[in-house]
């Protein structure tokens, strides 16, 4: 991939084990979904290929759409200052209906 030169805000936690004076084990754990988002690598919508409940279908020449349940720099900010950023916008499932891309 090439560098996009894009800035990053990037999420992060780190559990720290400590056994005595000595660092037993360390975990950190980061936000890929945030990343790739904020470097225009993941979409806001996927394709969602099946019917939706209830059995309905897209219209001829339609698709449905997904919501990726994924935010950009705005979890970072969401860490700093809690009201940063509304909470829980992610988890809502949301579908739409497209045009077909061809």
Known sequence: M?????????????IVNIRGDRL??????????TVLRQ??????????????????EAADGQQFEYHVPV??????????????????EMIAFAVREVSKKE
């Open 24 to 33: 037993y084990h360390e975990h950190i754990a980061w936000d890929q979904g």
């Open 39 to 56: 470097l225009g690598l993941l979409p806001e919508y996927l394709p969602f290929p099946y019917p939706l409940p209830g059995g309905r």
């Open 2 to 14: 090439p560098p996009t030169f894009r800035p990053l805000s990037i999420p992060f936690t780190s």
């Open 71 to 88: 935010a950009g720099g705005e979890t970072a900010k969401k860490l700093v200052d809690e009201n940063a950023w509304p909470s829980n």
